[in-house]
């Protein structure tokens, strides 16, 4: 267990730059999610926690000691890799009791810490067992035994659970988690999925182009983002964006390019004035059908629990998300509003949140 | 011939102190110019060696040519029997390679395709060719050609070279059809077309990395084999280069300038096509043997 | 030539895996088969049961005859052939030169092959170039490569006349020498073959998850350790496949030799196929050259069984 701190950290291949300067601070025990579009860096920056990958630049330290200059072994991580990598000839006690048995541990601890680890993970079964010989989620599991099996300070995860099917990742996101708060080790997890960001984290930071866009808790995150970006990655479905002219003032509205208007209720705070764009949940978009702005619907798409809505408000799409059961259809004509002081404003040429 | 990282982890590259790092590409390249100069010396002074006289070639046969023997190499490349040689070699690899080809293909997509009594076994029958040498059965091999009255032709050459390769060459095509999905066949069916048809139409033209490579392995090994064309030509005109280059030896005994610019003339095409169409003839000759 | 084994087993199981299922195609639905059957399959069948399965044959029923090859074979003489042959000096070299080629290949050949694969697996400027060089040998024709080293070795004009000059020391003729030639020619069948192995390791290594290796680096282990325990594990498919490799080429060592010794001095250097060609080829003797046939496709069998018995076992 320890805080791991990563500062101004740059990673080069050849002249192309692939992260511009990341710091992030990660508490002692605490669960980080780092979440980004594909290609963003978020491996990169793992794996040169890990020590697989050289750091170009800035200063990577675990437990208060700079370990840029460190072998992995010298660092006292252990990884969780999206394919797994559990070695496929040897089985899975030996794959679990492999790095014991490179630090010349004997016989007996070996054979005891794996043991302790399978019953955490529910292994003890399939410890004579190839890989080849395990299910999807069990491999999974064995990759995570391997890695408490060392007793890690830190624990890095690079999209553990991207290979199983969705009811599979559903269970080891619990599981991961519950691992998590019964050895409270600190833990850099990787994904793409930001569902799974917001469900397991303690800390999220998303990234983008190998830069951090934001740092913090899920809800701060869902609530105040401090970008366009951050506001359209989290939250599905996605946040629309409207670009117009915000008028405040009484009856404060946002002006769109057509003309229109659409009052935006009592906002709670003072808005921006003039070209903005204008970001709205869809469960914050809701049907009005007094005073609201017309809309058409295009497509009702029922999920059982709820129903989404794209419909067409001034030339543009939007989508809305209803709990009720809805029996519109395409083409039918609604009445929509937004909910009060649920807008999010962003500067329509940097994105940021104004 | 990209991804070499494999073995080592870019985490090496890093973490071990800059002299230690040092030090092993030191001592990788070292060794790898010592092998190279082993494999390249020889190679280097034969074909230097065509440019000295007899001479020159006793008291220096590492170094440049004392004087440059252009007339060496003149003398062979105006002389008939080196054309006449390649040429043998070449309609000889020609033949093998396109009997090959068109042999093993058609069996190969019956094997893979077409379901009949005692396809598993005919399949085994061909693979039993790939376990033994030609050598075990050659004086057999050499009468039957005899009876046949194809002693001495090019036919006596192709026809055994085409069945010994029979065996690899079906494997290899058999297991690259057999990835040709069933939908397609089924879909061609319904089109109304047989199997003749779809082996024309669909199997053919998606197998050309499997034609290839099958294509390459039946002309390399026909273009420099020596047994078989050694015992079933007799007359020096018939003779692909591998044999004309050991007469051409027999007859020229230690006048080793010569010896080596014929050599050197006689691997050159070998050589300048190998570097020509470098990826695919290590893929052809590689794949071709893991693969099967 | 491979892994006509490893396709032998496999096939058989798939063969029974297929029996188990019912295949749409095998009811009367589907296009007619016999045009297929009746042009594709004959050419092939008839090639080579004539030129191969039928003169394998033939070489067993000729063993048991003396026979100069002209007329039919008429001398029943039993086993005598094989008596004879197993008496014969020369055969019994060609035996032990064939195994020290074998073991050579093996314990020299495939082990080189690997250390170079696995210098060339580094991602340095040059690696290409240098893997092309050391396969160049292994396309160069057999009779070629035998001649270059001819000359290398020849003690008047070659390059160890040069070398051994050099040092003031008087020229061995290395291919003369009846207690050096083999090893003389085994350092050519070395130099040939490396190459082609190698290319199966870089395959080999090629073909190894990378994640793997940068799990054992975060498990703790060290260069030797990861090849120890990661790579060498991993490649063992590709190490087998090299020695089988490696015994069958040493079964069929023939044109190599031919313009290195052909055999001699004095026998020293024969092999089992020069041995046949002298023996059964130049003299017409059919029945003895067919039991000599016979002995190496003995070989043959008794090495695949063992292969597969042994090697085998795990894949
Ligand atoms: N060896 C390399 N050489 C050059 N560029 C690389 C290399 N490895 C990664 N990159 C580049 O670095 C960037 C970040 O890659 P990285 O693997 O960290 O993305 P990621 O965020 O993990 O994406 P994903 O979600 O798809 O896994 C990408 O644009 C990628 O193309
Ligand atoms: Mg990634």
């Known amino acids: ?108 601890e070996i054979e005891a810490a794996v043991a302790k680890a399978a019953k955490i993970l529910g292994l003890t079964e399939l410890l004579g067992r190839y890989p080849r010989e395990l299910s999807g989620g069990q491999r999974q599991r064995v990759a995570m035994g391997r890695a408490i099996v060392r007793d890690p300070k830190v624990f890095l995860f690079d999209e553990p659970l991207s290979n199983l099917d969705a009811k599979l990742r559903v269970q080891m996101r619990t599981e991961v988690r519950e691992l998590h708060q019964r050895l409270g080790s600190t833990t850099v997890y990787v994904t793409h999925d930001q569902i799974e960001a917001m469900t397991m984290a303690d800390k999220i930071v998303v990234m983008n182009d190998g830069n951090v866009e934001q740092v913090g808790a899920p809800l701060e995150l869902y609530d105040r983002p401090a970008n366009a970006f951050v506001a359209g990655f989290l939250g599905s479905p996605a946040m629309n964006f409207i670009d117009g002219t915000a008028h405040r003032g009484d009856g404060a509205a946002l002006e769109l390019a057509g003309g229109a208007r659409i009052a935006l209720g009592d906002p709670g705070r003072t808005l921006p004035e003039g070209p903005v764009t204008f970001g709205i949940r869809p469960e914050d978009i809701v049907l009005d059908p007094e005073s609201g702005t017309t809309a058409r619907i295009s497509v009702v798409e029922p999920t059982g629990s709820e129903t989404h809505l794209v419909a067409h408000l001034a030339d543009r799409e939007i989508v809305l998300v209803a709990r009720d059961r809805l029996t519109y259809r395409p083409g039918d004509e609604i009445r929509v509003s937004f909910a009060s002081g649920r807008g999010h404003f962003f500067d329509p040429g940097t994105g940021a949140r104004l | 011939m990209t991804d070499t990282t494999a073995t080592l982890p870019p985490g090496n590259r890093n973490t071990s102190s800059p002299g230690s790092s040092f030090v092993r590409t030191l001592y990788t390249y070292a060794a790898l110019f010592l092998v190279a100069s082993i494999v390249l010396i020889p190679l280097v002074t034969t074909a230097l060696g065509g440019f000295k006289t007899l001479g020159d070639l006793r008291t220096n046969p590492f170094g440049l040519p004392a004087e440059w023997q252009w007339a060496n190499y003149l003398e062979i490349l105006f002389s008939e029997r080196y054309w006449r040689m390649l040429w043998n070699s070449l309609v000889i690899g020609f033949w093998t390679t396109f009997l090959t080809l068109a042999v093993a293909a058609m069996a190969a997509f019956t094997l893979a395709h077409v379901r ?86 669909v199997t053919l ?40 280059i050991m007469s051409y030896r027999g007859e020229y005994g230690t006048a080793w300038q010569m010896i080596l610019a014929f050599i050197t003339l006689t691997i050159l095409p070998t050589v300048i096509v190998f570097f020509a169409a470098q990826k695919h003839i290590i893929a052809g000759l590689t794949s071709g043997a893991v693969k099967g | 030539m491979t892994t006509a084994l490893q396709n032998w087993a496999s096939s058989a199981r798939r063969k029974i895996k297929e029996n188990a299922r019912p295949i749409r195609r095998e009811e009367p639905i589907g296009p007619a088969r016999w045009p297929v059957l009746v042009l594709f399959m004959p050419p092939a069948l008839l090639l080579f049961t004539i030129f191969v399965i039928l003169p394998i044959g033939e070489a067993a029923w000729y063993s048991v005859f003396n026979w100069n090859g002209y007329g039919r074979p008429e001398e029943f003489v039993g ?69 270059i080293w001819r000359f290398v070795y020849d003690g008047d004009f070659g390059l160890f006349a040069a070398i051994f000059g050099f040092f003031g020391m008087e020229t061995p003729y290395v291919l003369a020498d009846r207690n050096v030639a083999i090893y003389a020619v085994l350092a050519v069948v070395v130099w040939k073959y490396f190459g082609f192995h190698m290319m199966l390791f870089i395959a080999g290594l090629q073909a190894i998850d990378k994640h793997l290796l940068e799990a054992a680096d975060i498990d703790g282990a060290s260069g030797w350790q990861k090849f120890r325990y990661v790579t060498l594990p991993l490649l063992g498919p590709t190490v087998r496949l090299s020695i089988f490799f490696a015994v069958i080429g040493s079964l069929q060592l023939f044109d190599v030799v031919m313009p290195l010794t052909g055999g001699g001095p004095s026998n020293s250097t024969e092999t089992l196929v020069t041995f046949l060609y002298s023996y059964g080829v130049m003299r017409m003797q059919v029945g003895f050259g ?6 190496l496709f003995v070989i043959c069998v008794v090495l695949a069984f063992t292969y597969k018995r042994v090697l085998m076992r795990n894949d």
């Not at chain 1, 630049?57 to 000691?65: A, K, L, N, Q, R």
């Not at chain 1, 700079?66 to 070695?87: C, G, H, T, W």
């Not at chain 2, 998606?206 to 392995?217: C, D, E, K």
Request: net charge positive.
């Open chain 3, 290 to 295: 067919s039991a000599a046939g016979v002995v």
């Open chain 2, 116 to 201: 009949f009594f005692g396809s598993g076994y005919l399949l085994n029958y061909f693979l039993l060719g790939l376990m033994f040498p030609v050598a075990t059965a050659i004086l057999p091999l050499f009468i039957r050609v005899r009876d046949l009255g194809l002693l001495d032709s090019y036919w006596g050459v192709v026809l055994p070279q085409v069945a010994f390769g029979l065996g690899m060459s079906i494997l290899l095509m058999r297991n690259f059809f057999r990835n040709v999905p069933n939908e397609l066949f089924d879909a061609a069916f319904v089109d109304g077309c047989g199997y003749i048809r779809f082996f024309w139409a």
């Open chain 2, 205 to 244: 033209p998606l197998s050309r990395p499997i034609i290839a490579t099958v294509g390459i392995v039946a002309f390399v090994q026909s273009w420099n084999n020596y047994i078989i064309p050694l015992i079933m030509l007799t007359s020096e005109s018939n003779y692909p280069w591998p044999l004309g």
């Open chain 1, 1 to 108: 267990m320890a805080p791991v701190s990563i500062k101004d950290v740059r990673k080069y291949y050849g002249a192309l730059e692939v992260l511009h300067g990341v710091s992030i601070d990660i508490a002692d025990g605490e669960f980080v999610v780092l979440v980004g579009p594909s290609g963003c860096g978020k491996s990169t920056l793992l794996r040169m926690i890990a020590g697989l990958e050289a750091i170009s630049g800035g200063t990577i330290s675990v437990d208060g000691e700079v370990v840029n200059d460190r072998a992995p072994k010298e660092r006292d991580i252990a990884m969780v890799f999206q394919s797994y990598a559990l070695y496929p000839h040897m089985t899975v006690a030996q794959n679990m009791g492999f790095s014991l048995k490179l630090r010349n541990a004997g016989k007996t």
């Open chain 3, 79 to 147: 086993l005598r052939n094989f008596e004879v042959l197993f008496r014969n000096n020369a055969f019994r070299q060609a035996l032990q030169n064939t195994g020290l080629i074998m073991l050579v290949s093996i314990i020299i050949q495939v082990p080189l092959a690997l250390w170079l694969a696995m210098l060339l697996a580094r991602k340095i400027p040059g690696v290409v170039g240098f893997r092309l060089i050391f396969f160049l040998p292994y396309v160069l024709a057999d009779v070629a490569a035998g001649l």
